[in-house]
């Protein structure tokens, strides 16, 4: 299944197969996908997870951008590191 995210207005806007399916979150600055998973970046900073249009959890502070790979999301910080977290659990940073 091919699905697609943007943040547009705060929230973030879900399509699938091209087609818009639902809007959900609020206060979203950025936002990715791997498929399944949808990492968006608050405009506070936090990162939040949802799976199927449902919140699943939050962490992190002072990011800017992320993306997501399986497990795995690695951040982009305001000061221009890398941080991993694995399942919401802080890795490492570069």
């Known amino acids: 299944m091919s699905i697609a995210v943007k943040a547009k207005g705060g929230t973030i806007v879900e399509y699938k197969h091209g087609a818009y399916n639902r809007s959900y979150g609020s206060n979203i600055a950025s936002v990715a996908t791997d498929g399944s998973t949808v990492v968006a970046v608050t405009r506070s900073g936090k990162i939040e997870e949802y799976r199927d249009g449902y919140y699943v959890k ?7 951008s992320a993306y997501v790979i399986g497990d795995t999301v690695c951040v982009t910080t305001r000061s221009g590191k890398i941080q ?6 802080f890795c490492r940073e570069y």
């Open 84 to 89: 991993e977290y694995q399942n919401g659990i």
């Open 58 to 64: 939050s962490y992190g502070s002072n990011a800017a």
